[in-house]
């Protein structure tokens, strides 16, 4: 009887915390998803923080040499974003801003040459590594153009995943050129296109389609082809481009998708005088990318200079460093844009 009596008790116990054990849990998931929500949130206001402390040294550090600005201008809509209050997406611009740096003392009644430099990463923005090369072009006699297209950090949630690698991102840096041959003293006959790495990639693109707005492009160790590059970068890499937010798919599942934002599918759309450049201990855009560049664009009839360095100290950033070897190989970089802009 007493064995009855305690099975039943334990049973009844059971019955009882089992729902309350199930409740728990359920509250500790949904605290740890509520969690992992803030965090979230805060990494976007850190980011942002971040980007206005970048803001301010570029005033100070390159006030001496340049004016500097930074302003809001518009880019194609965003394809994916909700539409709202009946307002569709087709009829809301999304918005970008735009670094201009002109040269201190700079005649605004005449016309002058323009570098737009494109920054990198999947998910980058234009970090004051750039200020070393910014004051080098302002003092050369450059206006200096760089846009933070969509995808950029330092924004917000909503610029963030409003990317579109090798797609509108393109776009953007396009209508941040025609906004600066309006509202600038630019020669809109000679804008160049530099970047490296994913801005490397950028200059391509924009150059192959709009060559009647540029007059020459520098792309320094460029992204080449998306499917040759996520076929060596680890899944986090894939996984930032098949993210819902973005292209949605892998490349084994949209083979064409990634063609059609990949350079080296794109070659026979060059117009324009190209310099490209790259060494071989590249651990980021591994130099076989630029190399099926330089043959794709050979196959296809272009003229273009290159030059491909032997385990240049810096790697991915050998000629972008703070370093005498880098500052003589950006002496090509300066020769090919004196030779096409001025």
């Not at 801005?199 to 391509?204: D, E, K, V």
């Not at 060596?232 to 084994?252: M, N, R, V």
């Not at 990318?289 to 794709?296: A, G, N, S, Y």
């Not at 385990?311 to 190989?329: E, K, M, Q, Y």
Request: proline fraction near 5%; charged fraction near 25%.
């Amino acid at each position: 009887m007493r064995k009855s009596i305690l099975v039943l008790s334990l049973l009844a116990v059971a019955l009882v915390s089992g729902p309350l054990r199930a409740q728990q849990e359920k509250s500790l998931e949904a605290q740890v998803k509520d969690l992992a929500e803030q965090v979230e949130a805060l990494q976007y206001d850190l980011d942002e923080v971040r980007k206005l402390s970048d803001d301010a040294q570029f005033w100070l550090r390159l006030s001496d040499v340049a004016e500097v600005d930074k302003v809001l201008l518009t880019g194609p809509p965003n394809p994916k974003e909700e539409e709202t209050y009946g307002i569709a997406n087709e009829r809301h611009p999304i918005r970008i801003y735009l670094y201009t740096f002109l040269p201190k003392d700079l005649n605004k009644s005449r016309k002058h040459p323009a570098i737009l430099l494109t920054h990198g990463g999947v998910h980058g923005d234009f970090g004051t590594y750039h200020v070393h090369l910014v004051r080098e072009m302002v003092e050369r006699g450059y206006i200096v153009l760089a846009p933070e297209y969509r995808g950029s950090t330092g924004y917000g949630r909503e610029m963030y995943e409003a990317i579109d690698y090798g797609g509108l991102e393109n776009d953007d840096v396009v209508a941040a050129r025609d906004w600066a041959v309006e509202e600038l003293p630019i020669d809109p006959k000679r804008i160049g296109l530099v970047g490296w790495s994913h801005g490397g990639m950028i200059s391509l693109m924009a150059g192959f389609d709009h060559p009647d707005k540029f007059a020459c492009i520098y792309a320094g160790v460029p992204v080449s082809d998306l499917i040759t590059r996520l076929g060596y970068h680890e899944q986090g890499y894939t996984d930032l481009f098949a993210a819902d937010y973005h292209i949605g798919k892998p490349p084994s599942k949209a083979v064409d998708e990634y063609r059609k934002r990949s350079p080296i599918w794109n070659v026979e759309k060059l117009k324009l005088p190209l310099l490209v450049t790259s060494t071989t201990n590249d651990r980021d855009v591994n130099v076989v990318e630029v190399e099926q560049l330089i043959v794709h664009l050979k196959a296809a009839g272009k003229t273009f200079e290159h030059k491909i360095y032997d385990d240049a100290p810096g790697g991915h950033s050998f000629d972008r460093l703070d370093t005498t070897f880098a500052r003589n190989v950006r002496k090509d970089l300066y020769a090919f844009l004196d030779k096409h802009l001025k």
